[in-house]
């Protein structure tokens, strides 16, 4: 009922729904069971912060947030909006590749700190590797890297060109 009643406050100047490539997309913000999910969502990783807080090992644990793709914009589902980005999931262009990733490890990252560089799930598995001080194993990881020194702001330039099939 809360995002029902927010969703009939909004007065955007751009129709609701429009067309992308001939499929139905959403481009306004304004579905309230998606909006209820995601605070929900985000109030469940508040609790799991604060246990961690609780329990005393915040200092030592290695916090990662990650979308596996971008909103549901269409499919005939049209749950989100992803603009200004184009598309959603499913598709390669922005909206469906660019998604939510953050990392907290205390001690060896700025917090707040942005980076517009160019990594993907598969460099997960040498980044943490490299964070408990393990060796890397590059037969296990061929395509990915550690983003450690990315991270760390070692690095400005991160990862070359990047190719995507679908």
């Known amino acids: 009922q809360k995002y029902l009643a927010k969703a009939a406050k909004i007065n955007n100047p751009i129709p609701e729904m429009g067309i992308e490539s001939g499929t139905k997309i959403r481009q306004v913000q304004a579905d309230a069971k998606y909006a209820g999910m995601m605070e929900s969502m985000d109030d469940n990783v508040g609790r799991i912060m604060k246990k961690v807080k609780d329990l005393g090992i915040e200092d030592n644990t290695v916090i990662i947030f990650h979308s596996d793709n971008g909103g549901l914009a269409t499919a005939g589902v049209e749950a989100t909006s992803n ?70 702001g070692k690095l400005s330039n991160y990862q070359g060109s990047v190719f995507f099939h679908y």
């Open 83 to 152: 603009l200004p980005l184009r598309a959603g999931k499913g598709w390669l262009y922005e909206g469906g590749l660019r998604v939510p990733f953050i990392i907290k490890w205390p001690g060896k990252t700025i917090p707040g700190n942005k980076s517009d560089a160019i990594v993907s799930s598969l460099d997960f598995y040498p980044t943490l590797l490299d964070m408990a001080g393990l060796p890397l194993k590059p037969e296990q990881h061929m395509d990915g890297k550690s983003m450690v020194p990315l991270l760390q």
